[in-house]
């Protein structure tokens, strides 16, 4: 079982990061996501946009019931670092609820390629890729050149929707990524939604700033204009 507070604002955020005096500085991806969720009645604007967009049926009607930022997923191996989402959305479709894991970028990249992150691996790493690939029904040896990162925050959509019964595929994975701009003005950023569960993740994670993992059923980019938080 958690115990959770309820936030008051953006800065009611800045204390769950790993690092609150690093990775909360203005026009940097923790900070804007707080201004953005905290400012907004429901979705924020892009993502409630890039969501009735879809014709997945999994997504019709979708309105968020909470939010969670910061939202650790424990995965193998036991004692082994949690999937540290930034944000965990319990949200509901007309099918019924959907688990999505927020993950948002500016200029950072995505992490390491699957390759680099195995380089001499611990049997540790090779337990949790194991699961991961169990988790997201990979049956074949993802390229190396793919970001690890997006493989554990998809599995952590997945893990986290079986535990709320989610509406089957239980998961939804939406990554964001966002120039970094001056305070004030606006910029273009693209969202990737992907309302079923993984089934093979594509190239274009390759590219730092820009991700996706593909389901059965595609995904797709929508461009929206965005404000940098002050």
């Not at 907004?40 to 879809?54: H, I, L």
């Not at 948002?104 to 995505?110: A, L, M, Y």
């Not at 194991?130 to 190396?144: E, V």
């Not at 079923?196 to 991700?211: F, N």
């Amino acid at each position: 079982m958690r115990v959770l507070a309820f936030t008051r604002g953006p800065e009611d955020w800045r204390a769950l990061l790993a690092d609150p005096v690093k990775h909360w500085r203005t026009g940097y991806s923790a900070r804007t996501l707080a201004h953005s969720w905290e400012a907004a009645d429901g979705f924020p604007p892009e993502v409630a946009s890039a969501v009735s967009s879809s014709h997945d049926p999994l997504l019709a009607g979708l309105a968020p019931v909470l939010a969670i930022p910061e939202f650790r997923v424990p995965l193998p191996p036991t004692g082994g670092r949690p999937s540290q989402n930034d944000i965990f959305v319990l949200a509901r479709s007309l099918a019924g609820p959907v688990a999505v894991m927020v993950e948002g970028k500016v200029d950072e990249s995505f992490g390491p390629v699957l390759g680099d992150w195995l380089a001499e691996a611990s049997p540790g790493k090779r337990e949790r890729l194991d699961f991961l690939l169990r988790t997201l029904s990979l049956a074949d040896s993802p390229p190396d050149a793919l970001r690890y990162q997006l493989f554990h925050r998809a599995a952590s959509a997945v893990v986290t929707g079986e535990q709320y019964r989610a509406a089957q595929p239980p998961s939804c994975l939406c990554t964001r990524s966002v120039r970094r701009i001056p305070a004030g003005r606006t910029t273009q950023h693209s969202s990737r939604c992907s309302a079923s569960r993984p089934v093979r993740a594509c190239h274009s994670a390759l590219a730092p700033g820009r991700a996706s993992l593909c389901s059965e059923s595609g995904s797709r980019v929508i461009r929206h204009s965005c404000v940098a938080d002050g």
